[in-house]
């Protein structure tokens, strides 16, 4: 296996946590929006549960990322080996996982809420947006 630079972790680490706390505001509003909600459905509590599922996966990738920026950045008072980023790495990538699937997941549902067209669309643009990140993660 490849090691990547210190460096290399830093700037990537810092992307992550870019996209993660956006996300991650994100989810919160929809959790914090769907909680205040009169509707009681089953799929407004599905999507709640999808909400809280991605706030809390974008939040563990947030923390889990900051560890591996602060451990490589110039300065860090101990030392610092590849293994010991090993952790907060699949901890942070695991997080981002869960919190970007449960997010397309609350798109393709979202439009159920509405009517049986505007479902079909968002499932359909939500499988667009999974495959297309998958073959650009691929690639």
Avoid: H
């Amino acid at each position: 296996m490849v090691e990547l630079p210190f460096e290399y972790w830093n700037k990537l680490a810092s992307q992550f946590i870019l996209t993660s706390v956006f996300l991650g505001g994100f989810s919160i509003a929809l959790t914090a929006n769907l909680l205040i909600s009169e509707s009681k459905t089953r799929l407004s509590n599905i999507i709640l549960k999808l909400a809280t599922t991605s706030s809390g996966g974008f939040l563990t990738a947030v923390f889990a990322m900051t560890n591996i920026l602060l451990a490589t950045t110039e300065g860090y008072p101990t030392e610092v080996n590849q293994s010991d980023l090993n952790t907060p790495r699949i901890i942070g990538f695991f997080g981002y996982m869960v919190g970007l699937l449960s997010l397309l997941a609350i798109i393709g549902l979202s439009g159920w809420t509405k009517s049986k067209g505007t479902g079909i669309f968002t499932t359909v643009v939500s499988i667009i947006t999974l495959i297309l990140f998958l073959i650009s993660a691929i690639s």
